[in-house]
């Protein structure tokens, strides 16, 4: 081993070890006797697993004092090309083969597609060895073994949930694309009358944590930090640092074990650092959570503009208003400029069981104008114009900025140039942050816009600070662009 490999492939989250006992040796010679490297660098060898796969077993595996397996609910994330797939196959083969009489293994996945990746890697496993394929019968969605009753199935949440399910195993592939939680909650509740279920799901990071992976890796991370105490969740997730540079390989082997073995290229991961979007790459090869498919800003842009300014009661402020469409939040954002840059503060207000109270908008809106010199209070006329013709009579600057194309494309690029020339100055609130960083791009005909693209987050604060932005900078000579001229040095 080398000593990147020793190293290198530890997890960097893991759930502890409280026994000494565990069913390793036996998943481990099963793999050895029966099973074959399928693809990559040692296809057609025995499947010999690598100290860090061993170690996964030795942990996966564990049994308590009393004998019983330890872990009911797992979860294991690492980048692409690690292996995932045939590490579900060897879990699933041995629960088939191993798991007794009436064994009911299931390769699950969001989709029909994803979950047979599992089971045909376990079908091909059974059909070139000899020994497995002398007790097994193959079918087109089912593996049986006919002296035990024991049988091995494929199962998606866009196929029909069937009654009466009593998982043994189940394997999760990809479980950051399962839109919801009942196939998870079907196959967990279901291993009930079971002595020793276990749900083993095996991905890579995803975009949203609000999704039941999400929910699930923040779970782990907090089981392993003894935040909280639930000894039947087993987690082992691999990922690099946040924020670490691209083509730091020291940070490819954090969530990349197959890398420390020689097992993954890595004039790969040096092309793909160059040919990959930033966020793809954090994903797919760092194992990363990102907010979006796509952030629309450079990683730390946002964190970069966090300052000390506060908003000055003698400099004139613009305000931009984005009201909610039925479960979206609503945000108001002051924007002021101050000696070239742009000061922003955010007030937002989230959705619950009773509608949004306008009144309190409209309320929060006569303050600041009581405060502060607001020379307008850009709004969207489609769903904020009766409140906006009170708050005209009320003396208020309103200025109609309707969200089209050719308003928002503008508006949001400028603010991108303001933020990552760091012209913008916020002061870090989290969900001011938490909803500007959530934002992604959206390719129009004309350019591009925000959008929440498929993460389930809100960005209506992002909205309302593109729209605050373009008024203060179109009103006052600040330009998005530096200018020849250093000010920041001079």
């Known amino acids: 081993m080398t000593i990147d490999a ?13 026994s000494g006992s565990d ?39 564990e049994r308590r004092a009393d004998g019983r397996r330890r872990y009911r609910r797992a979860l294991i994330g690492l980048g692409r090309k690690n292996g995932k797939s045939l590490l579900g196959s060897l879990v699933a083969l041995h629960g088939l083969v191993e798991g007794g009489m009436g064994a009911e293994v299931y390769a699950a996945a969001g989709d029909r597609q994803q979950a047979r990746i599992v089971f045909e890697t376990a079908k091909q496993q059974v059909l070139r060895s000899s020994a497995l394929s002398g007790i097994c019968k193959v079918y087109r969605d089912a593996i049986a073994v006919p002296a035990t009753g ?31 939680a009942d196939l998870w909650d079907a196959l967990t509740l ?8 276990m749900t083993v799901a095996i991905t890579t990071a995803g975009y949203d944590l609000e999704s039941l992976c999400g929910k699930m ?21 691999w990922e690099a640092s946040a924020d670490c540079k691209l083509d730091d390989e020291q940070q490819w082997l954090l969530a990349n074990p197959n890398l420390a073995y020689g097992l993954i290229d890595r004039e790969d991961f040096a092309v793909a650092v160059k040919q990959t979007s930033e966020s793809a790459f954090r994903r797919y090869r760092l194992n990363q959570w990102t907010r979006s498919v796509e952030s629309w800003l450079p990683v730390g842009s946002w964190e970069a503009c966090v300052s000390t300014r506060v908003l000055d009661l ?4 613009y305000v931009g208003i984005d009201m909610a469409l039925k479960h979206d939040s609503i945000a108001v954002v002051i924007a002021q400029p101050q000696d070239g840059v742009v000061v922003t503060r955010a007030k937002i207000w989230y959705p619950s069981d009773a509608p949004l109270d306008v009144a309190a908008v409209e309320s929060h809106l006569r303050e600041l104008h009581s405060i502060y010199d607001v020379r307008e209070f850009a709004y969207d006329p489609a769903y904020f114009q009766r409140s906006a013709e009170m708050l005209v009579d009320d003396g208020l600057p309103m200025v109609e900025f309707p969200q089209s194309r050719t308003r ?21 609130a989290p969900q001011f942050t938490d909803q500007v960083l959530s934002a992604a791009q959206r390719m129009t005909d004309e350019g591009w816009r925000l959008s929440k693209g498929k993460s389930k987050r809100k960005i209506d604060a992002a909205i ?20 020849v001229v250093d000010v920041w040095s001079s």
């Open 190 to 197: 279901g291993s009930g009358a079971r002595l020793d279920p």
């Open 150 to 180: 024991a049988v091995l199935r494929v199962l998606s949440s866009d196929a029909k949930l069937q009654q009466g399910l009593s998982p043994s195993t189940v394997v999760f592939d990809e479980l950051h694309v399962q839109r919801d």
């Open 217 to 237: 890796y923040q779970y782990g991370k907090r089981v392993v930090s003894g935040e909280i105490d639930d000894e039947a969740f087993g987690f082992w997730w």
């Open 408 to 428: 928002m494309i503008p508006a949001c690029g400028n603010a991108f140039e303001l933020i990552v020339n760091q012209r913008v100055a916020h002061d870090g």
């Open 464 to 483: 309302a600070l593109c729209i605050a932005l373009d008024r203060a900078t179109l009103s006052t000579k600040i330009s998005a662009t530096p200018s």
């Open 314 to 317: 003698a400099l004139p402020v």
């Open 6 to 18: 020793e190293i290198k492939s530890l997890a960097t989250w893991s759930t502890k070890r409280l």
């Open 23 to 61: 069913d390793a040796a036996d998943v481990v010679d099963f793999a050895r006797t029966f099973l074959h490297v399928d693809k990559g660098m040692r296809a057609g060898e025995p499947l010999l697993l690598v100290q860090w796969q061993v170690d996964l077993m030795h942990a996966l595996y």
